[in-house]
């Protein structure tokens, strides 16, 4: 979206008022003990916000199928839990964000949990990137858009070929064990809400793209497949 490039073993792109805010936050998660976000590097010569480049893969749509594996999943949501819980301590007096902050604000979310922010080496999850607009919310809120993307859930999962729901149940259920705390059936109705405020979100934005409609429709036609499936996706 904002242009990153590479330059050697970094990543630069301009930055916005919330830049200071996500590099603390990216000290911080590293400070924890977290190795699976990009060090932040500060600022160069032209004033772009640098991090560093994590070698590997990042997948692309169509998602290659290896992406919807089990341990993906496990890997990913393994991720998500240990980089909300290093969040909680992290000091959010005089942050700034991109996106608003959401209650209950229990933890930092990423905001675009999904493997096309993932970088993966032989297929085993190495780094969560792309984390300007990260911002403090609920557990689920990112746990949600994890799910809509992985799981995955909605029609457009055809990328993979055609999913039974029996098959997303196990998937989301996995999904919900491996995070704890929280089940599928309060989960899919936070994917509901997660979808229509994106549609929301990129509508507000959108200023007549035509590409950027046609993801407004996606997303709300995705919520509706959520609400009219659910009852085939929990027990
Ligand atoms: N720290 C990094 N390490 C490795 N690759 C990176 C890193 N940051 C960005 N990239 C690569 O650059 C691409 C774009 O970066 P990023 O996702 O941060 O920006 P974006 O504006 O969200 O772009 P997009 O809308 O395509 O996701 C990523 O999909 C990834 O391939
Ligand atoms: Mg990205």
């Given at each position: ?19 200071p ?5 990216l ?27 994590v ?7 169509p ?118 705390d ?17 549609a ?36």
């Amino acid at each position: 979206m904002d242009g990153a490039v590479r330059s050697g073993e970094t990543v630069r792109r301009a930055p916005g008022p919330w830049t200071p805010t996500i590099q603390r936050l990216l000290r911080h998660l590293h400070a924890q003990g977290v190795r699976t976000t990009p060090r932040p590097l500060g600022t160069d010569e032209q004033g772009r916000d640098v991090t560093e480049y994590v070698p590997g893969e990042v997948p692309t749509y169509p998602m290659p199928s290896w992406v919807f594996s089990d341990e993906v999943l496990a890997e990913s949501v393994a991720l998500l839990r240990s980089v909300h819980d290093a969040s909680v301590s992290f000091d959010r007096a005089e942050s700034v964000w991109r996106l608003e902050p959401r209650e209950p604000a229990e933890v930092v979310c990423h905001n675009d949990a999904a493997p096309y922010n993932m970088v993966f080496r032989d297929r085993r999850l190495v780094a969560l990137i792309d984390w300007d607009t990260a911002a403090p919310g609920p557990r689920s809120w990112d746990l949600a858009y994890l799910a809509y993307r992985l799981v995955p859930l909605g029609p457009a999962a055809a990328d993979s070929g055609p999913v039974p729901d029996r098959e997303r149940r196990r998937r989301l259920e996995l999904l919900c064990r491996a995070y704890g705390d929280i089940g599928p059936a309060d989960l899919l109705g936070t994917v509901v809400e997660r979808l229509t405020e994106l549609a929301r979100f990129t509508r507000a934005r959108a200023d007549g793209d035509a590409e950027l409609l046609r993801h407004v429709d996606l997303y709300l036609r995705d919520a509706d497949w959520v609400v009219e499936h659910a009852p085939g996706l929990v027990d």
